[in-house]
């Protein structure tokens, strides 16, 4: 992934992102998409290891936290460090997740919990935790990634698809919350990408239009618009990269 060219520029010089799940992904991704257009980036993750694995490649632009976003001392120790380091916070990613699978009838319950509280109450903390500084540095902006599993439906992904359609009703909710605040919120909905979560899935996507999976740098991109002022029209809205995938079947099988 260090091999991807991410575009140098100066669209977020002066930005300050928080990233969560950034130690590798999608996160990592983004966050070295951000400090090539010029910003400085928190990466935060429960992969302390990773993590700082991150922060050594991009260098001064970043700095490392430990950051489990269903521990809400653990999201005010990032925002301190983000005000220490860097001085504001304009940008927040609420990129962690997980993936579980199961069908309802055997789901455990234990499983839909920890889904539910990382992919959603997860950014809830995230976006109470970080509001009064991003309401202090605007124009700001909050990211949720949700998924194309909170467009529609997925069989045997009971708790993963309920958590990102709440992510982006939650996305909605914030946006209207914070109206003309200066602070935007907007979720993105990824098809099937290529990451450590997708490792040993099925990602021929013979059913999407563009018959592959997408790569990290290409949601990067749309993630870099949505922090940047380019976007400053756009909140409450959902932004989909995901190959035709919600344009519908590309394939249908007929038997003669
Ligand atoms: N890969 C896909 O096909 C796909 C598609 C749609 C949406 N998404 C979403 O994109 C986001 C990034 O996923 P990815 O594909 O890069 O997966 P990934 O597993 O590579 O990255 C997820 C990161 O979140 C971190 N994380 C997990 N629990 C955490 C917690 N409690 N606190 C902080 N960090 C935590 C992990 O350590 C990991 O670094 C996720 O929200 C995922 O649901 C992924």
């Given amino acids: 992934m260090g091999s991807v060219d991410y575009p140098k520029g ?17 996160g990592a991704s983004f966050a070295r998409a951000m400090v090539a257009q010029g910003g400085s980036v928190i990466v935060g993750d429960v992969l302390d290891e990773q993590g700082l694995a991150v ?6 632009a970043t700095v490392y936290v ?40 055997e789901f455990p319950p234990d499983e839909w919990d920890r889904v539910i509280a990382v992919n959603l109450t997860g950014a809830f903390n995230g976006i109470q935790a970080t509001l ?14 949700s998924s194309t599993a909170g467009l529609k439906g997925y069989g045997g992904l009971v708790g993963y698809t309920a958590s990102k359609f709440g992510l982006r009703g ?32 099925d990602m021929a996507q013979s059913h999407v239009a563009m018959k592959r999976p997408g790569h990290p740098h290409e949601l990067a991109h749309l993630a870099v618009f949505l922090a940047s002022d380019e976007s400053s029209y756009c909140t409450g809205a959902e932004f989909v990269a995901d190959g035709g995938e919600m344009a519908g079947l590309a394939t249908l099988t007929v038997s003669s």
């Fill in 170 to 201: 939650l996305t909605k909710a914030v946006a209207l919350d914070l109206g003309d605040s200066g602070v935007r919120c907007n979720s993105i909905h990824p098809g099937a990408v290529i990451t450590p979560m997708t490792d040993g899935i």
């Fill in 10 to 26: 100066k669209r977020l010089v002066g930005k300050v992102a928080l990233i969560t799940g950034a130690a590798r992904g999608m």
């Fill in 66 to 105: 430990h950051l489990d976003v269903t521990s809400r001392s653990d999201w005010q120790h990032a925002v301190d460090v983000a005000l220490a380091r860097f001085g504001k916070l304009n940008i927040l990613v609420n990129n962690a997740g997980i993936l579980a699978t199961g069908s309802v009838a």
């Fill in 132 to 145: 009064p500084a991003l309401k202090a540095s605007t124009p700001a902006s909050i990211i949720n990634i």
């Fill in 55 to 60: 922060e050594a490649e991009l260098g001064d």
